[in-house]
Structures are given as structure tokens and as C-alpha cells.
């Protein structure tokens, strides 16, 4: 062995998490999420359709994008493998706005951990506006509910817990 060897370290932070869980089209149910282009979807509706000359039913998935809104379409035979996104939902304490663009809020958790990478949300385009004029300057106590998935953190939703 040379001397090398000691420079040499492996460096990992997520410890391998997977984003995403492989599963077949017919065991989706409405409600949960899949991935559709990448992106994690919420299933809104599921139609089957009969077995055809080929011998697949097929699933007809309508959905809306996690982070965006937009309502996405997608059939896939059912025996056929898709992905199934892993959504995490966490709820923090607003601390603080940042004054400048691109407005990072200053966030705890419920054991008091900070977390300051989250941005304000750009999307329902009035949710911004919303938790702005709810924390009043600190004047409220509110809390965020933050939602990651396939590497994407956006806040969803607030709720005043104290005036």
C-alpha cells in the first residue's frame, strides 16, 4: 500500500435515498403521486380500458403537477412499469422574509432546527402575497407547509397559528 490511499475519501450525503420507487401502472390509485416526464404528479382520475387485440389494458392517468399546477395526461399499459415520486410534507415556523430577490425564508422545525433554502412559492401566484400579508413583519406566528420531491422544494400551502 502507498501512501496514496490515505488522501482518498468517499464523501455522501444523501446515503444513497432513492427519489423515486419503480411500480407497475396498475397498481397506481388516485390520490397518490406518479411521474410523469419527470416530474411528480398527484393522480386526480384512472380509467381502464378493456384488453385489446395486443393484450394489455391500457391506464388512462389524469393529473395535476405537484409544483406547478398544470394538469398532465399519460396512458400506460397496466403491466407496464412507471415510477412512483417520493413526497415528503414538512410543516416549519416562518422566522423571517429575506428583503431581497429571491426572497429565502428563514424557516424552524418543530425541534428548532433552522432551515434557510426554501424560497417564497412563485406559484398559485398569490400564495406569496398570502404568507407575506398572514406573518405581517413577525407580527403573526405562521407556519408553512413545505413539500420536496425529485429534488424540487416548494412551499404549498400556510396557516396563521397564533395573532
Same mark, same amino acid.
Given at each position: 500500500m502507498s501512501g496514496d490511499d490515505e488522501d482518498y475519501t468517499i464523501e455522501n450525503s444523501d446515503a444513497g435515498a432513492a427519489l423515486a420507487t419503480p411500480i407497475s401502472a396498475g397498481e397506481l390509485k388516485k390520490g397518490g403521486y406518479m411521474l410523469i416526464k419527470g416530474r411528480p404528479c398527484k393522480i386526480l382520475s384512472i380509467s381502464v380500458s378493456k384488453t385489446g387485440k395486443?393484450?394489455?389494458?391500457?391506464?388512462?392517468? $389524469?393529473?395535476?403537477?405537484?409544483?406547478?399546477?398544470?394538469?398532465?395526461?399519460?396512458?400506460?399499459?397496466?403491466?407496464?412499469?412507471?415510477?412512483?415520486?417520493?413526497?415528503?410534507?414538512?410543516?416549519?415556523?416562518?422566522?423571517?422574509?429575506?428583503?431581497?430577490?429571491?426572497?429565502?425564508l428563514n424557516l424552524s422545525d418543530e425541534s428548532g $432546527?433552522?432551515?434557510?433554502?426554501?424560497?417564497?412559492?412563485?406559484?398559485?401566484?398569490?400564495?406569496?402575497?398570502?404568507?407575506?400579508?398572514?406573518?405581517?413583519?413577525?407580527e403573526n406566528v405562521v407556519m408553512v407547509t413545505v413539500q420536496e420531491s425529485m429534488g424540487i422544494t416548494e412551499v404549498v400551502s400556510h396557516k396563521i397559528v397564533q395573532e
Open positions: 395486443h393484450g394489455h389494458a391500457k391506464c388512462n392517468f $389524469e393529473t395535476t403537477d405537484i409544483f406547478n399546477g398544470k394538469k398532465v395526461m399519460d396512458m400506460i399499459p397496466s403491466t407496464h412499469g412507471t415510477s412512483e415520486p417520493i413526497v415528503k410534507k414538512t410543516e416549519y415556523e416562518l422566522l423571517n422574509i429575506d428583503d431581497d430577490e429571491p426572497y429565502f $432546527e433552522p432551515r434557510d433554502d426554501v424560497k417564497l412559492p412563485t406559484w398559485p401566484e398569490d400564495l406569496a402575497q398570502q404568507i407575506r400579508d398572514d406573518w405581517n413583519e413577525g
